[in-house]
C-alpha cells in the first residue's frame, strides 16, 4: 500500500494549486480519505475527507475555498486549492481512513504561500 | 465544533517511566478517537484507534483507554525511541479536530 502525493510547491497569495495523492494497494473509492496538513511547527490540522459515496467534508478555515474530489479511474484524489492565504503554508498529508482499522499516510507534500 | 484538549502541552520523563496523556472532548465523542506519535521530520503513525484498540506492529506497552469525553494514551515503560509528540484525534462529528499535542522529552 502507498501514497504519493505530488503538485505542491510555491504559490502567491490569492493564487491556487491542485495537490495529486495516487494510490495503489488498494482503492481510493473503498475507502474514506482525507487531507491533514501541519504549519512549520505546529500541529495537526484536518483539512478535508471524501467518503465512500463521494461526499465531502471540509474544515472550518478551507471552506469554500478548498474542494476534494477522487478519479476512480486513475485511484488518486485531489484537492484543489483557491484563494490561498499565507496561513495555508504547511505539509500536506494524504491519509486513508484516520478512524478505521486500515490506515496509510502518504509521505506529505510542501505548499508555501508566499509574494 | 468539538474542542480536543489535551495535557500536558509538554513532559519530561525517564526511560522506563510510566507515561500518561489525556484528552478532553468539548463534548461526548463516543469512542471515536485515535492517537498518534509524530517524530521530528517524519510521517504521524496511529498507535491507538477506536480509544482502546492497538494498531497492528505497535508495542503493547501502548494502551488507550477512556469514553464519553474523556481519554487517556498510556505508555507502561517509556523507551527510547520513544520521545516524540502525541496527538489524539477525535472523528465522532465535522470538523475533525485533533488535540493540541503533547511533546514527550527526555528528563
Known amino acids: 500500500v502507498q501514497l504519493v502525493e505530488s503538485g505542491g510547491g510555491l504559490v502567491q497569495p490569492g493564487g491556487s494549486l491542485r495537490l495529486s495523492c495516487t494510490a495503489s494497494?488498494?482503492?481510493?473509492?473503498?475507502?474514506?480519505m482525507n487531507w491533514v496538513r501541519q504549519a512549520p511547527g505546529k500541529g495537526l490540522d484536518w483539512v478535508s475527507n471524501?467518503?465512500?459515496?463521494?461526499?465531502?467534508q471540509y474544515g472550518d478555515s478551507v471552506k469554500g475555498r478548498f474542494t476534494i474530489s477522487r478519479d476512480n479511474s486513475k485511484n488518486t484524489l485531489y484537492l484543489q486549492m483557491d484563494s490561498l492565504r499565507a496561513e495555508d503554508t504547511a505539509v500536506y498529508y494524504c491519509?486513508?481512513?484516520?478512524?478505521?482499522?486500515?490506515?496509510?499516510w502518504g509521505q506529505g507534500i510542501l505548499v508555501t504561500v508566499s509574494s | 465544533d468539538i474542542q480536543m484538549t489535551q495535557s500536558p502541552s509538554a513532559m519530561s520523563a525517564s526511560v522506563g517511566d510510566r507515561v500518561t496523556i489525556t484528552c478532553r472532548a468539548s463534548?461526548?465523542?463516543?469512542?471515536?478517537l485515535a492517537w498518534f506519535q509524530q517524530k521530528p521530520g517524519k510521517v504521524p503513525k496511529r498507535l491507538i484507534y477506536?480509544?482502546?484498540s492497538l494498531q497492528s506492529g505497535v508495542p503493547s506497552r501502548f494502551s488507550g483507554s477512556g469514553s464519553g469525553t474523556e481519554f487517556t494514551l498510556t505508555i507502561s515503560s517509556l523507551q527510547p525511541e520513544d520521545f516524540a509528540t502525541y496527538y489524539c484525534?477525535?472523528?465522532?462529528?465535522?470538523?475533525?479536530?485533533f488535540g493540541g499535542g503533547t511533546k514527550v522529552e527526555i528528563k
Open positions: 484525534l477525535q472523528h465522532n462529528s465535522y470538523p475533525l479536530t
Open positions: 463534548q461526548g465523542i463516543n469512542n471515536y
Open positions: 477506536a480509544a482502546s
Open positions: 471524501i467518503n465512500t459515496g463521494g461526499s465531502p
Open positions: 491519509v486513508r481512513s484516520l478512524g478505521g482499522a486500515e490506515t496509510n
Open positions: 494497494g488498494f482503492t481510493v473509492s473503498g475507502s474514506y
